[in-house]
């Protein structure tokens, strides 16, 4: 390819030319014109340097397309061979790829051919295996099944031996009672017992003589089965199967156990048999008995016992009450409650109901209620506070590790246009107030500077009356806060506020007395407001700090630098670096490119980029963590703020964050938050609706502003859904029917277009298909930079919703003097004009004793004998009132007009 210029390559680009020489200098080249000549080797250094940039990973192009394009003519004859032919252009396009082998790709293709082959080899050796492992249950099943036959066999011709030598005893013996009745002597006796003793001591030794037996014969079978187990894992280990240690530790557990189980079913089974009083019982012991019999030394059970045995339930119920610990939440429902303490529902709602308590199964109860209920049913309430998944989270987190000095981290406060962010410029050397909308900071800007005695992080909160919250937000987050005072304005509403903020979270004040450079500088005067708020200075005998500085000409700036250090070792400021990082959200927005970012400020620990962090009801892993100039950074220790990446939504300004190991212990946290929110806004939304139920009774509804409300930040958002409800009256209420952060999308037209919305979008804009949608529905949206523009406009908006104001204004009065009947009008009036002038066409009111009698409209106005659109003061003349004949003498008309006026708030 042919050298280029930088410029060529500008516009081939689509880039400027300082852009491209700005990355060209970053990428290390030494191109600083635009007429500088660009080769193949520059454009490939810059290229490799754009993809390190964005994270692509570099490699060599393994291929190479060739594309050939050739041009003939084709020249055809006409018809009938005749001349004046037709010459056509032929393209020919042709298209050839090249791809560059590895070197080491016949020897890679060749070991995964082996690898292939080896894994075959080692699936079938593992199926074969399998099938070998099932053949020897399967035979070692069969072998027990016949061992437990041919036991069973025995024991049955053994029991009918035994029955059939009882019977021929006892058929021997009854002769003998009957021929000889005479008792029995004492000889006999001893000889008889003898005899019966001898024969059971015989029985006795033939027992333990089969029980041997059978002992030995199931260790045969066992070791036989180990046998088995042992030569399968050999087979295996000289196959070279990894699964040798899996069949050592599953299979030979299993083939021992083989024989054993089939064993202990048998006796369970006649176990079962004697309970039930089965065949076995009435047969006599059976094997289980002879067992039981062998483990007691063959003492024999006394007779029936087994049968009583059988007839006793294997449940008991408890003599004593069971009494439980109950947890107990800060809101639990009626059911949850009968569960933990292990009754009905109905029991707990028949206590609720001693107690005065009418409930469902699916109310919840608070915390004293369910306790004094717990009480009352005879349990152990244990209450359980409303974050104990969290404090528990956090306990788990807590380290001890060295601490270290930290940073201070000042907040700048003040009143709007005293020049916070102009004196926080000059520290920076930047210029950020420049690029303000109007002026004014409307976000909390987090920056950190290092001055030559050390690191200071700085908040810059904003001054306008509306973003109360945010100052309040920032002197909880804040060390030490500085209260700029402009030395020609002296102290304002939002100075007072700060310094109510700051001595309500308690932090050290400093004191900066800004635009000295003035000529209308008055710091006295500045001295002697603060001096009313109780801030002292120390030139005065006070405890603050006071510094006279200049954000335009910097004087007074390295005073302020020394004053906070001073303070932050009075502080002894100190904090660890070591283990998970916690801190607070201080902002929070949508990025249309990069998704939610969410700036952070850490307050003990080190945040590294991976963390999985969980801040208020959302969670997830830091993708890319940037500083407050836009540079990545991989971590990030006390007091620094930075910007994360990896939230999947934008957290709530002044939520905590902290770093977590457990993922699933994240997941619970933000599940019980999420719900928890959603809980206390429905609690709101119905408690605002039943209190407002009665209120509106008889009243008309009040007319409503409905409102679609867009911010770039979660903190403007805050403070815009504030201030625009708090202009809501008894007449006319701001209703915000959808608010969130990021660019307005076509669902948000769509929702304003349902609801009769204005679409206002705060310092972010609507996405093409919903500008679209706008135009073409007719949807009224607005863009504001400026927070105060947009409240004055809904001031507007609500004005226009103002029922008018109707006034009264009286025109004229005439007396009538006299009262004359005509068969036109009726009675017809005489009158004398008073005040004012009496007009024709205006309503009128008849007074009588200065009571009105009458209000309508006059039917005639004479002057003499011609008819007269109005008569002046002074004047006298005749008229006739529409549909009212019982005009007298003495009677007022008194005429009027009702003016409209538009109301303001």
């Keep these: 390819m042919a050298d280029v210029t930088v410029k060529e390559l500008a516009e081939a680009a689509k880039k400027t030319v300082e852009t491209l020489l700005v990355q060209m200098q970053q990428a290390g080249l ?38 050939r394009k050739t041009t003939t003519t084709l020249k055809t004859s006409g018809p009938s061979g005749a001349r004046g032919g037709k010459t056509v252009n032929v393209e020919i396009r042709k298209k050839r790829t090249y791809v560059k082998l590895d070197e080491s790709s016949d020897e890679a293709a060749e070991q995964a051919r082996l690898e292939a082959e080896a894994e075959t080899q080692r699936q079938a050796a593992l199926k074969q295996a399998e099938e070998e492992r099932k053949r020897a249950e399967e035979e070692a099943r069969v072998a027990a099944a016949e061992e437990q036959a041919r036991r069973e066999a025995e024991e049955l011709r053994r029991q009918q031996e035994h029955a059939q030598k009882d019977a021929r005893e006892r058929k021997l013996a009854s002769p003998k009672l009957h021929a000889n009745p005479r008792p029995e002597s004492a000889e006999e006796k001893a000889a008889r017992e003898a005899e019966l003793q001898q024969k059971r001591l015989a029985e006795e030794a033939r027992m333990r003589q089969e029980a041997q037996q059978r002992r030995e014969q199931d260790e045969a079978a066992r070791q036989r089965t180990l046998e088995q187990a042992k030569r399968m894992a050999e087979d295996l280990a000289k196959r070279g199967d990894e699964r040798v240690e899996e069949v050592k530790a599953e299979d030979v557990p299993l083939a021992r156990g083989l024989v054993g189980n089939a064993y202990e079913d048998s006796f369970a089974r006649e176990d079962r048999e004697i309970r039930r009083g089965g065949a076995a019982s009435r047969a006599g012991k059976g094997r289980a008995g002879r067992r039981r019999d062998e483990e007691v030394n063959f003492k024999p059970q006394p007779k029936g016992l087994s049968s009583s045995l059988s007839r006793k339930h294997g449940f008991e119920k408890p003599v004593e009450k069971q009494i439980y610990d109950v947890a107990i939440g800060e809101y639990i429902s009626v059911a949850d409650l009968a569960q933990k303490t292990a009754v009905k529902v109905r029991e707990v709602i028949r206590t609720l109901m001693k107690m005065g308590e009418m409930v469902q199964a699916h109310q919840l109860i608070d915390q004293a209620t369910a306790a004094l209920v717990v009480e009352e049913m005879g ?6 506070s409303a974050t104990e998944l969290e404090d528990s989270l956090i306990r788990s987190l807590e380290h001890a590790g060295e601490t270290s000095p930290r940073a201070p981290v000042v907040t700048i406060m003040g009143h709007v246009d005293h020049g916070k962010t102009s004196l926080l410029d000059y520290i920076r050397r930047t210029r950020v107030a420049a690029g303000e909308a109007g002026g004014i900071t409307q976000h909390i800007g987090a920056y950190h500077v290092e001055t030559p005695r050390g690191m200071i992080t700085f908040l810059d909160t904003p001054g306008h009356a509306a973003f109360s919250s945010m100052r309040a937000r920032g002197a909880q987050l804040t060390d030490i806060v500085v209260i700029v005072v402009a030395a020609d304005d002296g102290v304002m509403p939002q100075t007072s506020e700060a310094i109510d903020h700051a001595r309500a979270a308690g932090v050290p004040l400093i004191i900066a007395i800004n635009k000295m450079d003035k000529p209308s500088a008055d710091p006295d005067r500045v001295l002697n407001e603060l001096s009313v708020k109780q801030v002292v200075p120390e030139e005065w005998g006070g405890d603050t700090q006071v510094v006279k500085v200049s954000a335009h000409t910097g004087d007074g700036i390295d005073q302020l630098l020394e004053a906070i250090l001073i303070q932050a070792e009075l502080l002894e400021l100190r904090a660890s670096r070591e283990g998970a990082a916690q801190g607070v959200v201080l902002e929070a927005r949508i990025d249309k490119g990069r998704g939610p970012v969410a700036s952070l400020l850490i307050q003990k620990g080190c945040l590294r980029q991976g963390d999985l962090v969980l801040a208020g009801a959302h969670y997830g892993r830091v993708r890319a963590m940037l ?8 971590e990030a220790g006390p007091s620094i703020p930075v910007e994360v990446l990896g939230l999947p939504d934008a957290p709530d300004a002044g939520d905590e964050f902290l770093v977590v190991d457990d993922e699933r212990k994240a997941r619970e946290v933000a599940d019980f938050r999420a719900s928890r929110d959603r809980q206390q806004r429905l609690e709101r939304q119905s408690g605002s609706r039943l209190e407002n139920v009665f209120a509106n009774l008889g009243k008309s509804e009040s007319a409503a502003v409905n409102l679609v409300l867009k911010t770039d930040v979660r903190g403007s958002l805050e403070a815009l859904t504030k201030a625009l409800n708090d202009l809501s009256t008894d007449e006319v209420r701001v209703a915000i029917v959808a608010s969130g952060v990021g660019a307005i999308t076509e669902s948000d037209v769509n929702l304003a277009e349902s609801t009769g919305a204005v679409i206002l979008g705060f310092n972010v804009r609507a996405d093409a298909s919903a500008r679209a949608h706008c135009q073409r529905d007719g949807i009224e949206l607005r863009y504001y930079s400026i927070i105060y523009e947009m409240i004055d406009d809904v001031k507007l908006a609500m004005a226009g919703r103002l029922s008018p104001e109707h006034r009264e204004h009286i025109l004229g009065i005439a007396e009538v003097r006299d009262v004359f009947r005509s068969s036109k009008f009726g009675a017809a009036a005489g009158c004398m004009v008073l005040e004012g002038t009496i007009y024709r066409h205006r309503p009128i009111r008849v007074l009588r004793d200065e009571v009105v009698v009458f209000q309508g409209e006059l039917e005639s106005l004479r002057r003499f004998k011609d008819d007269v659109q109005e008569v002046r003061h002074g004047m006298e003349c005749g008229l006739a009132v529409k549909g009212y004949n019982d005009i007298k003498a003495g009677d007022k008309i008194e005429v009027y007009e009702i003016q409209v006026i538009q109301r303001s708030l």
């Design 30 to 67: 030494s191109h600083r014109s635009p007429d500088d000549s660009i080769n193949d080797a520059d454009r490939q250094t810059l290229l490799n340097f754009l993809k390190r940039t964005h994270g692509e990973p570099l490699q060599e192009s393994s291929h190479i397309t060739l594309s």
């Design 379 to 384: 349990h152990r309430p244990h209450l359980v």
């Design 627 to 634: 500083d407050e100039n836009g540079q990545p950074v991989k």
